[in-house]
């Protein structure tokens, strides 16, 4: 039976797309770059996400990815400006941006009532909490287990290893791994992770149709609603 939901929380409640796309418009036109348009969020996208998978492998910290981002992404798009500079705009940005996945409010007054809720994030603590009160969404939550508060990210052993040992500290002294299920929108870290520590696990497909075989992810769900009918 289940007892315990973890909930990543960029594009699974609230949208980092979203926020991307409106920083990189306001950000050029602010800095001169000229017009955004969405094939540069492409480029965004593909480079981020290749700088996300070698900091899940422990190739990269947080910090370095910070002063290459975005230099990486002007190279690609041609674009001559100080990606560093960027960077701190882009950051500044995000910390009190919170814009909610269709549903996720709904999804969370649902599960609040029936388990115990924990955050499971990559990124940075204060601005994650700060995000989570601006979105009203801090109030669903027991923990919060947020890489750089935890020491360690997710898919690492590490990170849950910590997570249970709070919750079972907590009160839930006998809790195991598969009383647990994680909901998350990435295969590499969330879906990777929750399964190979013997977690259920839960992907968000944001609308889009994964037909790919994907060992790691026991349910699917194209909209967060569809989880109602899970748990
Ligand atoms: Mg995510």
Redesign the pocket.
Known sequence: MIKVVFL?????LLS?SGYVKSSMRDGFAKFGLGEYNDEMFCTFERINNGLWKQLERGELTFETLQQIRWNRIFEALNIDFDGVAFERFFRDNLFSNAVPEDGATELLEYLSERYVLCVASNGPYEQQINRLRVADMHRFFKHFFISSAVGAQKPSREFFDHCFKCLRESGMTDLRPEESIII???VT??MAGGHSYGMHTCLYLRGQDKNEELPSAEYRVKELLDIKRIL
């Open positions: 990543d929380i960029d594009n699974t980092f998350g929108d990435s870290s969330d």
